[in-house]
């Protein structure tokens, strides 16, 4: 089981700003920006290499609740969103998130 698992299931804290019944976001405990904040489906994916075609409702409902997160997070200058993916992609937690980054000017392109 990941650290993500054991914060849907309530079994170490995280400071939560939104869930519902397919996804939950909370806040980044290393942060890299002012808002950081992690969105991630209740259910196990490892990452986006593991998505099938029965997670189509839910990839597309966490995309959609990006802005919801950001707008509930005062970010309305804008932010950025980040899906490190496998070992080249910087991935450290084996379950699907979304990084919502923002509450300053983000710099492009990333290391
Ligand atoms: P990634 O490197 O894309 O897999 O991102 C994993 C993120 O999870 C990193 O930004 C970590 O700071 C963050 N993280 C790890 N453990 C926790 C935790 N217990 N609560 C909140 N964020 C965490």
Not at 23 to 30: E, M, S, T
Not at 59 to 66: I, K, N, S
Not at 75 to 95: A, E, K, P, W
Request: charged share 15%.
């Amino acid at each position: 089981m990941t650290i993500f698992e054991k914060i849907i299931n309530r079994e170490i804290p995280a400071s939560i700003v939104y869930e519902d019944d397919l996804c939950l976001a909370f806040r980044d405990v290393n942060p890299q920006a002012p808002v950081h904040v992690l969105l991630i489906p209740r259910k196990p994916i490892a990452s986006l290499d593991n998505l099938t075609d029965a997670d189509t409702e839910l990839a597309g409902h966490l995309l959609q609740t990006v802005p919801r997160v950001a707008a509930l997070l005062g970010l309305s200058g804008g932010y950025r969103t980040v899906v490190n993916t496998g070992d080249h992609g910087g991935q450290s937690v084996f379950h699907l998130h979304i990084h919502i980054l923002g509450g300053r000017s983000l710099g492009w392109p990333p290391g």
